[in-house]
């Protein structure tokens, strides 16, 4: 009878008679735990503590839970593994008589959390996590051993092509039936010449995804962590890198992406507990064994107990899971796995690139004359570079159909284009990166970047030459758009028997029909010739040639482009061809692109730590288009935050303005053209008549410490009355009046001169009902009046119009209108700061002041209106610009530059003709119906606020108490960030999703935007 079968059946008030007589402790309740073998009870305590109670299976030896129980004291010291509980008596392992039935019973602490099973999706965080921990207990069970755990065990993958052998056939499945033993005849022909290498040692042997506990509290990034690796039931003399095979096989089944599952499982077990090649080489077929392993015993075990669905609780996963495993090549599996390990991803590489160094010189010219500094050139076609502009714009396809046509010109007989460089060249579907099938794909999903050959550019019809004698592999014709043309394959053997191959792609058509599969081609033959645009995929004619050390049976389909996120290891599939194709080394077509650690490092070092960088990981952008960015890899990013770009990153219509006026005129204000003016009308024509008088400075700072100057010296008053939680610029008087500043970490408080009114939020604050704009209005006319009492009366109430970093909040419809009243007639003024939402981002006017049916007495204007470019403005009456006209003399000295004033008016135009105030409506529709449907799905959206590019989401963990999700904020925005799209966070209690997108964002991006976020909150939360 097999150890299932003979599982004890106690009941659950049998089971709290027996633990209060082994414990003395009464349990106030006792819920069954699922178990395979054991019978299991968690224990409560009336004090809170929890145990759980193991009725041992009467056929596990008692040696083997001694075993246990010392294993469990060795492994004391981490705080994930349950510690064994004494008995009264200071045993460990009790037995006890019952109904004449010898029972053994021992207990181990209760570590709360939620099995990995329960969770959608594991994130990275939480498998490196994982690696770590799995790596620290092997490292504490180093040295244990006891003769019970050499014991004859099915789980053990010592045993595991026996246990295939043994049950295979009573898989019911035949499909599975048969993949499950073909794949045990592979995994025996490859662990027969490694098994004797593979380190022993005693591990836990089943961590799989119900007995790995995860943290339900987060940290401070907002992951969760693994809280308890539980049940020892399995402990076993084995492959030490079982253990990681065990973890990977489940795991496997719970990520859509595999592989890239199990590199960050052993990243991080390696960092702690280095694998040697041998086991990293062995691992991906331990963990099909460990799979194959699972569906056998649960064939057999279901037919002894065919009620009990614990048996085949994972065993859906697997059938579905296995399949897709078998198809992975295992060689490339294995050069992922090295990768991840910091080990050269392909061993046989290393042979043939320094055979090929060896040779160097001795090479067949490949384009029929050696390639030098005097007849060649090396282009730049990385994501930086200017040819990369039309393959940025998404909006347009035929000019990136041109530009990829167009010859590059050049005084030299040939161009060459890099090797290892990231290219936004590459537009195509083909160039698509299989991706996570269950995350959000679409515009920023990964797609293949990096170049792995080099490029000859030279005209149609120009010869190739074989520069190594070899066989022809493969020649055929591919004509889809971006794809060779022709292409021929040689396979070439070094004189130590290594085999590689050479590909010579985008050749003409007539050059690949004469090629025989097998045929001999001498060094110096010639291969053919160069094919047109119109015969080689769409391209400049050039040869893109590549060394490829495996093949991984793919062929012709190898790919010449690989993704950033796997590029060194298909470079370590495909060398540098350089020495190969005969190009002097001066001519760098290695390309050198900078380093992330070396750029984070470099601006650790050389750049003040308080200036911060977003997201946990940040991000190392290269080049913007409209609502894109892209890092140097060629990741493009939604940019959903960005509201300084106003009409879009890079927009060429600014561009061409600040260009052309720059190479004619660039000086100050003090000398008369007609750009100051033009502009200065041109933006006051956008305001109520009142507002007639700019001023020009260059940063919202300098404009909001001028409209405080403007406001002192029309009111003789010192005092400025702000909002809770206001942020109006950096500068030493501009952090006196932002309490998010002064009143947060680093500040000093309030200064006296300074008076707060609450921030007029519906959502959190004292007032939420359908009058909350006249209470908070009122509320703040009513502190005007005391404050007018004070040492310094106020000369001005300054405030957002909608506060961003306050939370995104939008004030209800009469609040502005009663405290304007309020502060005019207690002798001040009224500023507008319009920096965030003026210039028709909230879609339904022009300047957001205007909804609210109010005219401030000075409006403050700052980064869009140049976006991006340092141009800001203050707009007042012409009593307050009189007034200030004292004497003493006013002067930034390039605000209101003609450089400057061009760039504004091209925003303005672009702003008219491109109709973005009507589309920022529009797309503001989008967001709100797909924010607004996230929230009645997710609790954790307490509110949804804004209007047309302007959005806060606020997040709760409670939506009775508002507690406020701040960690699970920063983990949306980052984890929003991993999928290619940029939002932030914000407010006095960083719980607030900001959303503020560069205007040309349309409702396709909005839809996106939606999708993705969804996305995020389904897999946590």
């Known amino acids: 009878?097999?150890?299932?079968?003979?599982?004890?059946?106690?009941?659950?008030?049998?089971?709290?008679?027996?633990?209060?007589?082994?414990?003395?402790?009464?349990?106030?309740?006792?819920?069954?735990?699922?178990?395979?073998?054991?019978?299991?009870?968690?224990?409560?305590?009336?004090?809170?503590?929890?145990?759980?109670?193991?009725?041992?299976?009467?056929?596990?030896?008692?040696?083997?839970?001694?075993?246990?129980?010392?294993?469990?004291?060795?492994?004391?010291?981490?705080?994930?593994?349950?510690?064994?509980?004494?008995?009264?008596?200071?045993?460990?392992?009790?037995?006890?008589?019952?109904?004449?039935?010898?029972?053994?019973?021992?207990?181990?602490?209760?570590?709360?959390?939620?099995?990995?099973?329960?969770?959608?999706?594991?994130?990275?965080?939480?498998?490196?996590?994982?690696?770590?921990?799995?790596?620290?207990?092997?490292?504490?069970?180093?040295?244990?051993?006891?003769?019970?755990?050499?014991?004859?065990?099915?789980?053990?993958?010592?045993?595991?092509?026996?246990?295939?052998?043994?049950?295979?056939?009573?898989?019911?499945?035949?499909?599975?039936?048969?993949?499950v033993v073909r794949l045990a005849e592979r995994i025996g022909r490859s662990l027969d010449v490694r098994r004797t290498e593979l380190r022993l040692a005693t591990i836990h042997n089943d961590a799989n995804d119900h007995n790995i506990i995860v943290s339900d509290t987060r940290d401070t990034h907002g992951e969760r962590f693994v809280a308890g690796l539980i049940d020892f039931g399995d402990l076993a003399r084995s492959y030490l890198v079982g253990e990681l095979a065990v973890a990977i096989a489940y795991i496997a089944c719970r990520r859509p992406d595999p592989l890239n599952?199990?590199?960050?499982?052993?990243?991080?077990?390696?960092?702690?507990?280095?694998?040697?090649?041998?086991?990293?080489?062995?691992?991906?077929?331990?963990?099909?064994?460990?799979?194959?392993?699972?569906?056998?015993?649960?064939?057999?075990?279901?037919?002894?107990?065919?009620?009990?669905?614990?048996?085949?609780?994972?065993?859906?996963?697997?059938?579905?899971?296995?399949?897709?495993?078998?198809?992975?090549?295992?060689?490339?599996?294995?050069?992922?796995?090295?990768?991840?390990?910091?080990?050269?991803?392909?061993?046989?590489?290393?042979?043939?690139?320094?055979?090929?160094?060896?040779?160097?010189?001795?090479?067949?010219?490949?384009?029929g004359t050696r390639l030098d500094e005097h007849n060649c050139e090396v282009v730049d076609l990385s994501v930086a570079s200017c040819r990369s502009e039309a393959f940025a714009d998404k909006n347009d396809s035929e000019a990136a159909a041109l530009a990829r046509r167009a010859p590059i010109e050049t005084n030299k007989r040939f161009v060459i284009g890099r090797y290892d460089e990231r290219r936004l060249i590459y537009t195509s579907v083909r160039f698509d990166h299989p991706c996570d099938r269950d995350a959000v794909v679409g515009e920023t999903a990964e797609r293949r970047t990096v170049h792995l050959g080099i490029d000859l550019f030279a005209p149609a019809g120009s010869d190739v030459f074989a520069p190594i004698a070899g066989e022809v592999y493969a020649s055929e014709y591919r004509n889809h758009d971006q794809d060779y043309g022709g292409v021929v394959i040689l396979r070439h053997i070094t004189p130590d028997g290594d085999s590689f191959y050479t590909l010579y792609g985008h050749l003409s058509r007539g050059s690949v029909d004469g090629w025989s599969i097998g045929e001999s081609v001498s060094a110096g033959e010639s291969l053919g010739r160069l094919g047109t645009s119109d015969e080689n995929g769409g391209w400049a004619p050039h040869l893109h040639l590549q060394v490829i050390t495996d093949l991984l049976g793919l062929d012709g389909d190898f790919p010449g482009v690989s993704a950033a996120s796997e590029g060194s290891v298909w470079t370590a599939f495909s060398p540098n061809p350089v020495g190969l194709a005969g190009i002097e080394g001066s001519l760098q077509a290695q390309c050198q692109a900078a380093k992330f650690n070396d750029a984070l490092g470099n601006r650790q070092q050389h750049v003040a730590a308080s200036l911060s960088t977003a997201y946990r990981t940040p991000l190392h952008l290269v080049r913007g288009c409209m609502q894109y960015l892209f890092d140097t890899d060629g990741r493009c990013y939604l940019d959903a935050y960005n509201n300084v770009p106003h009409v879009g990153h890079c927009h060429p219509r600014v561009i061409a303005a600040a260009h052309r006026q720059m190479k004619t005129l660039n000086t100050n204000t003090r000398y008369l053209h007609q750009l100051l003016s033009e502009y200065a009308r041109r933006v006051t024509d956008t305001m109520p008549e009142e507002l007639e008088v700019c001023f020009f400075v260059n940063s919202a700072s300098e404009a909001n410490e001028l409209a405080i100057r403007l406001a002192r010296n029309a009111t003789g008053r010192r005092g400025i009355v702000v909002q809770e939680a206001a942020y109006h610029g950096h500068t030493t008087s501009l952090i006196d009046i932002s309490p998010y500043k002064h009143d947060g970490p680093g500040g000093t408080g309030t200064p006296n001169w300074v008076y707060k009114v609450p921030l007029p939020d519906r959502f959190r604050g004292k007032f939420r009902a359908d009058d909350a704009g006249q209470l908070y209005g009122e509320d703040a006319a009513a502190l005007i009046q005391q404050f007018s009492q004070q040492e310094y009366p106020p000369a001005a109430f300054i405030a957002e119009t909608l506060p961003s970093v306050g939370g995104q909040i939008v004030p209800p419809p009469e609040y502005f209108?009663?405290?304007?009243?309020?502060?005019?007639?207690?002798?001040?003024?009224?500023?507008?700061?319009?920096?965030?939402?003026?210039?028709?981002?909230?879609?339904?006017?022009?300047?957001?002041?205007?909804?609210?049916?109010?005219?401030?007495?000075?409006?403050?204007?700052?980064?869009?209106?140049g976006n991006g470019h340092p141009i800001a403005a203050v707009v007042t009456t012409r009593d307050i610009a009189d007034a200030f006209n004292n004497g003493m003399e006013f002067f930034s000295t390039f605000g209101g530059n003609t450089v400057s004033c061009a760039v504004g008016l091209a925003v303005l135009d672009v702003l008219t003709d491109e109709d973005l105030q009507c589309r920022a409506l529009e797309t503001g529709h989008v967001l709100r119906a797909g924010f607004r449907a996230l929230a009645a799905e997710f609790p954790l959206i307490g509110d949804v606020r804004g209007s047309g590019l302007f959005w806060g989401l606020e997040l709760v963990r409670d939506p009775e108490i508002l507690e406020p999700a701040g960690v699970e904020a920063t983990l949306i925005a980052n984890r929003m960030r991993d999928q290619g799209v940029l939002i932030g966070t914000d407010g006095p209690l960083h719980n607030v999703l900001k959303i503020r997108p560069p205007m040309p964002f349309n409702k396709e991006n909005a839809e996106h935007l939606v999708a993705c976020l969804g996305h995020v909150l389904q897999m946590e939360f």
Request: negative net charge; contains cysteine; charged residues 20%.
């Open 1 to 179: 009878m097999s150890s299932v079968s003979r599982q004890p059946k106690l009941d659950p008030s049998q089971a709290a008679a027996v633990f209060n007589e082994l414990y003395g402790l009464e349990p106030s309740g006792m819920e069954s735990l699922p178990g395979e073998r054991d019978q299991n009870f968690l224990v409560h305590l009336q004090n809170n503590r929890r145990f759980v109670f193991k009725v041992c299976n009467p056929s596990e030896p008692h040696a083997f839970l001694a075993a246990q129980v010392k294993a469990l004291e060795r492994l004391k010291s981490l705080d994930f593994v349950p510690q064994t509980l004494l008995t009264e008596g200071g045993e460990r392992v009790a037995s006890l008589s019952l109904d004449n039935n010898e029972y053994v019973f021992r207990t181990v602490g209760f570590l709360p959390g939620t099995p990995l099973a329960n969770l959608r999706r594991p994130s990275p965080s939480l498998l490196a996590d994982l690696g770590q921990k799995l790596a620290q207990m092997d490292q504490a069970l180093h040295g244990f051993d006891d003769p019970v755990l050499h014991r004859d065990f099915d789980w053990n993958l010592l045993n595991g092509l026996r246990v295939v052998r043994d049950h295979a056939h009573q898989i019911s499945d035949q499909t599975t039936q048969a993949l």
């Open 817 to 865: 209108a009663i405290v304007y009243d309020a502060i005019r007639c207690a002798g001040g003024i009224a500023i507008a700061d319009e920096v965030q939402t003026g210039f028709g981002r909230l879609g339904t006017n022009f300047w957001a002041f205007e909804d609210y049916g109010v005219t401030p007495d000075i409006v403050v204007m700052g980064k869009p209106m």
């Open 261 to 367: 599952a199990a590199c960050e499982l052993v990243a991080a077990y390696h960092r702690v507990l280095p694998l040697e090649e041998v086991e990293v080489a062995s691992l991906f077929e331990l963990v099909l064994l460990r799979l194959c392993v699972s569906v056998c015993m649960s064939a057999r075990q279901q037919l002894e107990r065919p009620d009990d669905l614990y048996l085949s609780i994972s065993q859906e996963p697997i059938r579905r899971t296995l399949p897709l495993l078998s198809e992975l090549n295992p060689g490339f599996v294995e050069a992922r796995l090295r990768a991840a390990c910091e080990m050269q991803p392909n061993a046989k590489s290393i042979n043939i690139v320094r055979w090929i160094s060896s040779q160097e010189g001795q090479f067949r010219p490949v384009m």
